[in-house]
C-alpha cells in the first residue's frame, strides 16, 4: 500500500488472532509495509476464508514453519530490516521461538517490538488464557454496562480487544517509533487490555471521584439511568437512541416529542422514573422513520439505532464514506483522516503464503533454499479468489 503517513515503515507480524492483527490492520491503513508471518495449519478464527479476513486487509503474507530454525533465522534476518514487530503470543512464546525482544534488538537495535497481551506480560494472570469478556470484567467496565436491577451487557469485543488492546498498540508502537527516530533506540511496547480498557475508564473513575457516579449499572448520566440518555422502542419495534443531556438539547427533545415538562427538573432524580414513561410512551407513537425524519437536523442528540448492514446507506456516513464495499466486502475505511498524506484502502486480505517468494526476495531472504527445505510454503492461490 502506498501513501498515508506511515509510508515506507516496514512491520513484521507474527499471525495471531484479535487485537494484535487490528493493530497491523490499523497500521497498513496509515500506509505501513505490513508483513504477516503466517504458519502452517492456519491462526485464525476461519481456516479456508482468509481472503475474507478484513483484519488483514493491506499487508502481504509469508508462510513459515517458525518450529525450523531455518525459518526463525529468515524471520531474524527480515527484523534486521523491519521497523516494528508486533506479536500476541502468550508471555514468554517469542522468547522460546527464538524471536523474543533480546534476540530481535541483537539484530536490530532500532526496533520496536510491540507486545500484545489481555494480562499483560507480568502479573498473577500473565500465563493464564482469557478473552475480551475477562479482561473487561476485572477492569469494572463490564459491571458498569446494563440495566438497572439486570445483568452486565457485552459490548461486543469493542471495548477489550480493540479499543483497550489494538488501539493502545498502536498508539504504543507509533510514540515508541517517535523515539526511535529521536533517539535511534527500539524498546519493547507492553500493550495488555487490562491496561488500556483501565485506561479508557478514565473519564468514568472522574465522574465517579467527584460523587456523581454511583457504582452500579443503569443508574448515572451516561449507562442509561437517565431517561434523555437512553434507548427507546419505536411503533415497529426499532429504537432511537437519545442523547440529549445539555439544557438546550433537552429542551429541543421535549419539544420534538410534544412533551410538556419543565426543563429546569431535568436533573430531578425523584422524577426519573415517571420521566422515563413519557418518553417511552411518545416513541411508541411512531416509527423509526418517522422519528428519524422528525429529528433530522435537530440539536436534540437523537439518532436511529442502525443494524451494521443499515448503517453503510445511512446519508452520513454514505457521504464521509465511513463504511463501503471494497473488494465485495463492506468493510470500513480508514480512520482517522489526513490532510497531508491521505490513506486508502489497502489489498484485500491474502491467503497465508500468498507473498512468501514475493516478500522474502525483496526483504533479502534466499526464498528459493527455504522452500526447498520446507521451512517456507509458497501458496499458489485463485487469483479470482485472491487478487491481492
Wanted: include cysteine; proline fraction near 7%; hydrophobic fraction near 45%.
Amino acid at each position: 500500500m502506498s501513501g498515508g503517513p506511515l509510508s515506507g515503515v516496514k512491520v513484521l507480524e507474527l499471525a495471531g488472532i484479535g487485537p494484535a492483527p487490528f493493530a497491523g490492520m490499523a497500521l497498513a491503513d496509515l500506509g505501513a509495509e505490513v508483513v504477516r508471518v503466517d504458519r502452517p495449519g492456519g491462526s485464525g478464527f476461519f481456516p479456508g476464508a482468509e481472503h475474507l479476513d478484513l483484519l488483514n486487509r493491506g499487508k502481504k503474507s509469508v508462510l513459515l514453519d517458525l518450529k525450523r530454525p531455518e525459518a526463525v533465522e529468515a524471520v531474524l534476518a527480515m527484523v534486521a530490516e523491519a521497523d516494528v514487530l508486533i506479536e500476541g503470543y502468550r508471555p514468554g512464546v517469542a522468547e522460546r521461538l527464538g524471536l523474543g525482544p533480546d534476540a530481535c534488538h541483537a539484530r536490530n537495535p532500532r526496533l520496536v517490538y510491540g507486545r500484545m497481551t489481555g494480562w499483560g506480560q507480568d502479573g498473577p494472570l500473565a500465563q493464564t488464557a482469557g478473552h475480551d469478556i475477562g479482561y473487561i470484567a476485572l477492569t469494572g467496565a463490564l459491571h458498569a454496562i446494563g440495566e438497572a436491577g439486570g445483568p452486565p451487557q457485552i459490548p461486543l469485543n469493542l471495548v477489550g480487544d480493540f479499543g483497550g488492546g489494538g488501539n493502545y498498540l498502536v498508539i504504543g508502537v507509533l510514540a515508541a517509533l517517535r523515539e526511535a527516530d529521536r533517539s535511534g533506540r527500539g524498546q519493547v511496547v507492553d500493550a495488555a487490555i487490562v491496561d488500556g480498557t483501565a485506561h479508557l475508564l478514565a473519564g468514568t473513575h472522574m465522574i465517579m471521584a467527584a460523587g456523581a457516579w454511583v457504582d452500579e449499572r443503569g443508574a448515572n448520566l451516561l449507562d442509561g439511568g437517565a431517561p434523555f440518555y437512553s434507548v427507546y422502542e419505536t411503533s415497529d419495534g426499532r429504537h432511537m437512541a437519545v442523547g440529549a443531556l445539555e439544557p438546550k438539547f433537552y429542551v429541543e427533545l421535549l419539544t420534538a416529542l410534544g412533551l410538556d415538562e419543565d426543563p429546569r427538573k431535568q436533573h430531578d432524580r425523584s422524577r426519573w422514573p415517571e420521566l422515563r414513561a413519557r418518553i417511552a410512551t411518545a416513541f411508541a407513537g411512531r416509527s423509526q422513520a418517522e422519528w428519524s425524519a422528525i429529528f433530522t437536523g435537530s440539536d436534540a442528540c437523537v439518532a436511529p439505532v442502525m443494524s451494521l448492514r443499515e448503517a453503510a446507506d445511512h446519508p452520513h456516513i454514505r457521504a464521509r464514506g465511513s463504511i463501503v464495499e471494497h473488494d465485495g466486502l463492506l468493510q470500513p475505511a480508514p480512520a482517522p483522516r489526513f490532510s497531508l498524506t491521505p490513506t486508502a484502502l489497502g489489498t484485500p486480505p491474502p491467503v497465508p503464503g500468498r507473498h512468501t517468494v514475493e516478500v522474502l526476495d525483496a526483504w533479502g531472504v534466499d526464498a528459493a533454499a527455504l522452500i526447498e527445505s520446507g521451512a517456507a510454503v509458497r501458496v499458489p492461490t485463485d487469483d479470482a479468489q485472491d487478487p491481492s
